[in-house]
């Protein structure tokens, strides 16, 4: 793989690898509440401490392929800085959603809500470099560098909560 390529990708890899991490934290938190629960090994009794964990487990991975699907499509068809940026602001709020959750389940309610803000913005970037696409296809016209120079801009705001 050439530089220009990996370059292309590298921030992509990393918030795609830190996000591994993170689900194996949540998978071990899983497996240290069950043997905490009931001391033998991995099973699903009715503990409300489990329960929590378990829960909060099962919605962060529900979530993940369609975070793993925008992120890509955001950094590859638009402007990988601001879509790394904004993976990285997803993998904190999911912490947050996960550590919210432990405790009263409102808790989780503002990392669930930023989350799905920021789903939409890696979204609409993939819908933007899409659009760029056929503009060049069909018309010729390139916007690409006003695309990425928007995004840029918009990408910080999203620490607005």
């Avoid at 069950?34 to 409300?48: A, D, F, T, V, Y």
């Avoid at 925008?70 to 990285?88: K, N, R, T």
Wanted: hydrophobic share 45%; net charge positive.
């Amino acid at each position: 793989m050439d530089q220009e390529t990996l370059g292309s990708v590298v921030l992509l890899a990393i918030v795609t690898l830190i996000s591994i991490v993170q689900n194996a934290f949540f998978a071990s938190k899983v497996e240290h509440e069950s043997k905490h629960c009931n001391g033998k090994g991995i099973q699903r009794p009715g503990s409300s401490a489990f329960d929590r964990v378990y829960t909060a487990n099962q919605n962060c991975g529900h979530a993940y392929p369609t975070f793993l699907a925008v992120l890509w499509c955001a950094g590859l068809l638009c402007s990988q800085a601001p879509a790394a940026f904004a993976g990285l602001m997803y993998l904190f709020v999911r912490q947050k959603y996960f550590v919210g959750y432990l405790g009263e389940r409102t808790q989780s309610t503002p990392g669930y809500l930023f989350g799905k803000r920021i789903i939409l913005f890696l979204f609409l970037m993939s819908m933007a470099g899409i659009l760029n696409y056929y503009l060049i296809y069909f018309f010729g016209s390139d916007f690409e560098m006003h695309i990425k120079t928007i995004t840029s801009a918009i990408s910080p705001l999203l620490l607005i909560p």
